[in-house]
């Protein structure tokens, strides 16, 4: 049982109370932004209500990437409305990364004070928080219960579903076994929601969710264990990829998976999609309490990904950091006033635009130069486009396991215990393999990496949506790959309207030489 904290209950709210004056609200409209951890795209099968209730009843983005695909930075990028090289968020770890090298003091809940937001938070934080001072509350979320509410994740320990302990508005709160994290999130929302209403009818809320599923050890809930059992791994020509000698040179290290390690992707695919059904019911009931409080027409619901997570793609058995589109690619949806029902929109954007877009919404303004750009014309007029590109970029290189050693085959004489990319433990035993950290662009056709020591990569998404053959080495892309790098040169560099420029159309690839009859048909570089 959780250590109850008796202002909660004395602050509750029976459903439906106080709805007259909630409908009179005319102010701001409110916003909720609601989050999972790891999880891809194709995920989203293990959600149908999130689906029916904010992709078909608003927008999906269907080109949503995460510009540092990393837990840490991207969720200093969810508060600030920055890049990393920006935000100085460079890791999960101290002292390029983790949560004290985040300005708390510049973030989306404070901004939002200037247009009477109360805000409130519920569960995971920046990796660090809370690792020196169990107590401590950030701007924005207090005072309690005024103008805000938080009750943050306390890794004590690290990464668990149940037995956990949350900093509730400055005092730490300890959940027991039988208390499930993804049902008490939606619990505790459910809940604050209604009592807003109490406390502050006439004033808009913002809420953020940050849900921990389906993040390793992704443990589902015992009314969902099993659900997905026989669920088949989708498994495309990426996956275990056979042909990697096009790859830079850290990849090409990395042997194909055996049967014992292809099993482990599978299992843990199943429990990641199990641990999800939770989350869809959570945004259910989070929907459902926003419509039983009269406000759901007038409310901006977001639900997006950190970042994304390999499943065996490109011979990555677990993890994220890389700039393939397992890793970095997330699902973006969008409801709220003024967006029409199940529209689907093509524009690539990215986490840097989910502050703006907040800020717009709320008719407020930031602290500090956002890096993005409001969704929410897009998100209106489904069939608006631009040139504008995705930076992509890390910092600190992070450990990933190569599958070598655990793969059923003869275990490499190197291999250590390594822990997966959040730091959690949960990894096998494997030989490391650390990608460089590199600087990306991603435009609607094209994916440029440029590593620190000196791989490079270049695909053609409109040919090669899988990210199959790098044509880094393709004499016919000369001139693609050299607009691509002096793009990416300025981009890596940008803050504020810089990072939004358009890039117009790219040149094209040099023509095919013509065969003369009887020639070979020349093999392509590696």
Known sequence: MAIVLAFACALALAPGAQRASV????????????????????DMIALPKTQALLGAAGATFTNAYASYPLCCPARATLLTGQHAHNHGVLGNLPPEGGYSALRDEQTIPVWLRSRKYRSIHIGKMPNGFGTTDQTYVPPGWKPFPADGEFYGFLPDPPSAYTGFKLNENGVPVTYGESDYQTDIYGQIAVQRIGAHFSIAPNRPLYM????????????????????????????????????????????????????GL??????????????????????????????AQGVLDETYVIFTSDNGYMQGQQRLHQGKFVAYDPSSKVPLLIRGPGVPAGVTTKELVSNVDVVPTLLDAAGAAPGITQDGRSMLPFARKPSLRSTRPVLLETGQPIGISDPASASGGARAKSSIRVKNLDLDGTAQFAKVVKPPKYRAIRTGRYLLVKYSDGGRELYDMS??????????????????????????????????????RELHKPPKPLPRPKRKPGDAKQPQPD
């Open 23 to 42: 409908a009179s609200h005319r102010g701001p409209p409110h916003v909720i932004l609601i989050t999972t951890d790891d999880q891809t795209v194709r």
């Open 208 to 259: 953020q969710v940050h849900f921990f599923a389906p993040h390793d050890p992704a443990t589902p809930a015992p009314r969902h264990a099993g659900a997905f059992a026989t669920a088949q791994l989708p498994v495309d020509k990426a996956f275990n990829e056979r042909d990697i000698r096009d790859k830079p040179p850290w990849l090409r290290a990395v042997k194909r998976m055996g049967p």
């Open 262 to 291: 292809r099993g482990k992707v599978l299992r843990r695919y199943r429990t990641r999609l199990e641990s999800l059904l939770s989350v869809d019911d959570a945004v259910e009931r989070i929907v459902g309490e926003l419509e």
């Open 463 to 500: 040919k090669d949506p899988l990210q199959l053959d790098s044509l880094w080495k393709d004499p016919r892309y000369a001139p693609v790959r050299k607009w691509l790098l002096k793009k990416l040169a300025k981009l890596a560099q940008c803050a504020g309207e810089t990072c939004n």
